[in-house]
């Protein structure tokens, strides 16, 4: 409800442009609709409040934001990790397939990649990946890691039926499926 666009297509923009590609974004909105929720985190918000909400709420969540995004400075080095045909630069936050293509990463995108790829072949529960991700314990149908998940699949191409990066188990959690190599460069 901006006056001259809407949300998602400033969120849009904002991710196509890769100087302004890791300022988080937090989207703020009277509409609570479970749909517009999905399209603005896919667009590549990090988070989605709807109003009404406690500016209580809304600092704790802006606070959650810039620990992750701290924390992801904080790495030193020319880290890379690379994992399946993909190297995630740890430093710049830039994700590049092997054919060349780079993937442009939200802060939400990169959290929760760095989780699987911190933890590789495990199984992570819903709890711990929105505790990591999100700074925030979940609410029992709170569907914030499944679309996050599946917004991370789409980034990595994992999109085949099942996925065979990414692999959903069921009644535990989510695993990443690859092996993962510490080097420096590109």
Not at 135 to 162: C, F, N
Request: charged share 30%.
């Amino acid at each position: 409800m901006l006056p001259d666009e809407d949300g998602f297509s400033l969120c849009r923009w904002v991710r196509q442009h890769p100087r302004q590609a890791q300022v988080p974004i937090i989207m703020l909105t009277a509409s609570s609709d479970e749909a517009d929720r999905v399209i603005g985190l896919e667009l590549g918000a990090d988070d989605y409040l709807g109003k009404p909400f406690s500016p209580r709420e809304l600092q704790a969540r802006i606070k959650a934001l810039l620990r992750r995004a701290q924390f992801g400075q904080e790495r030193s080095g020319s880290e890379v990790l690379a994992f399946d045909e993909w190297r995630l630069d740890m430093v710049s936050h830039r994700l590049f397939h092997n054919d060349g293509e780079e993937v442009i990463l939200s802060g939400a995108d990169f959290a929760l990649l760095k989780l699987f790829l911190d933890h590789p072949q495990e199984i992570l529960d819903r709890d711990t990946i929105g505790n990591a991700t999100r700074g925030r314990d979940l609410m029992p149908l709170d569907r914030i890691v499944d679309m996050a998940v599946s917004r991370l699949r789409q980034r990595l191409r994992d999109t085949e039926k099942p996925p065979r990066l990414i692999r959903t188990v069921r009644g535990s959690g989510y695993q990443l499926a690859a092996n993962v190599v510490a080097g420096n460069g590109h």
